[in-house]
């Protein structure tokens, strides 16, 4: 028997995308940087099941506020199946949900959305008042 030819394209792997956890680590440091580590933004990630038992990833942007015993703070969860787009966005402090997020464009827009709205920074003032 010879050998099977390569059926494999040859730019695999390839593609040029900036996974969402990746926006979300970089959207910390940048807080970070802000709040100069009074309050601390990160990133948790793990594996749950979705209403059909299915596995999905779930990030959560989360500020910790270090001086009242690492009290958290959930921003936003950002769900998605192994394939990053589309994907789910809940706005935490608002209980807003926004599906099928079909693109990074997308999700950077609605990003701002969470980050730029009156309740969220009302959250992070409230808490940073208590430090």
Avoid at 31 to 43: D, I, P, R, S, W
Avoid at 65 to 74: E, R
Avoid at 94 to 109: A, F, G, Q, R
């Amino acid at each position: 028997m010879g050998k099977i030819d390569n059926l494999w394209p040859s730019d695999i792997g390839g593609a040029k995308i900036t996974p969402p956890k990746n926006i979300l680590f970089q959207q910390a440091e940048y807080f970070n940087e802000m709040m100069k580590m009074t309050l601390v933004a990160g990133v948790s990630t793990v594996q749950a099941p979705d209403h059909q038992n299915r596995n999905c990833i779930v990030h959560e942007f989360i500020i910790k506020a270090p001086t009242l015993g690492n009290y958290n703070l959930v921003i936003c969860r950002l769900i998605h199946y192994f394939n990053l787009y589309p994907l789910n966005v809940y706005n935490a402090i608002e209980d807003v949900s926004y599906s099928d997020i079909p693109n990074e464009e997308v999700l950077l827009k609605t990003l701002k959305r969470i980050f730029n709205s009156e309740k969220v920074i009302y959250a992070i003032a409230s808490l940073k008042a208590q430090l």
